[in-house]
């Protein structure tokens, strides 16, 4: 079992930056692939960044390559998202997500197991 808290989340200005974490429970936390998800006002869930147990493997939506970056520190226990040239249409609530797996990414919101409650993300214009 898996419990995951993001924190970071608030109200920013376009063109601001936050960092959001997500700390993980658990003693295995080096074995879980991790991801961000985002749901905006009116919209459904969808795939913000991924990052494989190691670290070693990427991806991004195509809407906030260059401007976000997925991290992670086992030693930790925790997945950080930095989020710069913030946008009002990234206006959402921020979810991580953890599923166990010991290769590659995960982009899908259907292959997670666990999932934090959630951060409120507001870019205002």
């Known amino acids: 079992q898996v419990q995951l808290v993001e924190s970071g989340g608030g109200l920013v200005q376009a063109g601001g930056s936050l960092r959001l974490s997500c700390a993980a429970s658990?003693?295995?936390?080096?074995?879980?692939?991790m991801g961000w998800f985002r749901q905006g006002p009116g919209k459904e869930r969808e795939f913000v960044a991924a990052?494989?147990?190691?670290?070693?493997?990427?991806a991004y939506a195509d809407s906030v390559k260059g401007r976000f970056t997925i991290s992670r520190d086992n030693a930790k226990n925790t997945v950080y998202l930095q989020m710069k040239s913030l946008k009002p249409e990234d206006t959402a609530v921020y979810y991580c997500?953890?599923?166990?797996?010991?290769?590659?990414?995960?982009?899908?919101?259907?292959?997670?197991?666990?999932w934090g409650q959630g951060t409120q993300v507001t870019v205002s214009s």
């Open positions: 658990g003693r295995t936390f080096n074995s879980y692939a």
């Open positions: 990052i494989s147990w190691s670290g070693g493997n990427l």
């Open positions: 997500a953890a599923v166990r797996r010991f290769m590659g990414v995960v982009t899908t919101s259907a292959e997670y197991d666990y």
